[in-house]
């Protein structure tokens, strides 16, 4: 989780190593379908994602606290408005979470599970007008084509169904959500690590996750051991592994092409529900994940770095 060395080695070299970590934090957060499956009968969603997040934050204080003694050179935030820039990701990471379960509470999966995975759109078009990423052609192909292949993995996962304008609704604004958060974690991290973003961050989302869970009247507690060691397992490979390692690669990749590149996310999710919990998997979505994957690629061929 150390950055100090970010000016040392070649662009070439930081990018390789981001790409790596962001492929690897996409596998990592694809695991978190199969934790909040796992996890005890009654805990509620809101609250899984507070433990998600509650049980990740000592690692990366500890991790922030390390840098500073090592290198008190690093910025820390002075000020709300310093300070606002760390807090806001927690905040739209919160939001996202909450919407999104509301949304598969009131349409279908498969919707909730599509729309919120259109935040490539959002990220993209806010990523060209506002930090002025250099976009051509080629990475609109990509984009659709690996949209195409998410809504042929999700459809052939989850079913067809009927939706509702409320739900799907619901999923469009948990995908501007989950751009919103992914905007400003790079905004953050262009001068803040990895591990003092994580650290501001989480507080706040745990903060309004813990409204919403109290709101909604959730079981928020685990009572078995079994329940606890999901949760750990979720905030280890989901939260430091995965959000850790996607933080990481976001100050080094352009917003537009990381957006895309964590599409990955839902093809994982369904191969690992193939291995572990012996959900179907059929030519379609295998079709599916071949169409993300070969998005992926034109996307960064029509990206602002190679």
């Known amino acids: 989780m150390q950055e100090p060395d970010r000016a040392r080695g070649r662009p070439a070299s930081r990018q ?34 507070f433990w998600r997040l509650a049980l990740a934050w000592p690692f990366f204080l500890a991790c922030s606290r390390t840098e500073r003694r090592r290198h008190p050179e690093l910025a820390r935030p002075s000020g709300w408005r310093q300070m606002s820039v760390l807090l806001l990701p927690g905040v739209f990471f919160a939001c996202d979470l909450a919407v999104w379960h509301w949304s598969i ?15 490539p759109m959002v990220v993209s078009v806010v990523a060209w007008l506002w930090l002025r ?27 067809e169904g009927a939706g509702s304008p409320l739900g799907d609704g619901l999923g469009l604004v948990t995908a501007v959500f989950y751009a919103a958060y992914q905007l400003s974690v ?21 903060a309004v996750l813990a409204v919403v869970s109290a709101a909604s009247g959730e079981t928020f507690l685990a009572v078995t051991a079994r329940g606890w060691l999901v ?34 996310q839902p093809v994982g999710a369904a191969l690992f529900a193939w291995v572990i919990l012996h959900e179907a998997l059929g030519p379609m979505q295998a079709l599916g994940g071949a169409l993300v994957l070969a998005g992926i690629v034109l996307a960064r061929r029509g990206s602002s770095f190679r």
């Not at 981001?18 to 809101?46: C, Y």
């Not at 790079?186 to 745990?206: D, E, F, G, L």
């Open 231 to 264: 949760l750990i397992g979720l905030a280890v490979v989901c939260q430091i592994g995965g959000q850790g390692l996607i933080a990481y690669s976001l100050a080094h990749l352009p917003a537009s092409f990381s957006s895309v590149s964590l599409l990955i």
């Open 16 to 49: 390789r190593r981001a790409m790596a970590a962001l492929v690897l934090g996409a596998i990592g957060i694809a695991w978190a379908a199969i934790f909040v499956k796992l996890r005890e009968d009654g805990l509620g969603l809101s609250a899984t994602a």
């Open 186 to 206: 790079k905004r953050a991290r262009a001068r803040y690590s990895t591990a003092t973003v994580m650290t501001w961050a989480i507080p706040s989302a745990c």
């Open 105 to 119: 509470h009131l349409t279908t999966a498969a919707n909730a599970t599509l729309f919120a995975n259109c935040a």
């Open 133 to 159: 990423e250099r976009l051509r052609g080629v990475f609109a192909v990509g984009l659709a084509l690996a949209m195409m292949g998410v809504a042929l993995v999700v459809r052939s996962s989850a079913g």
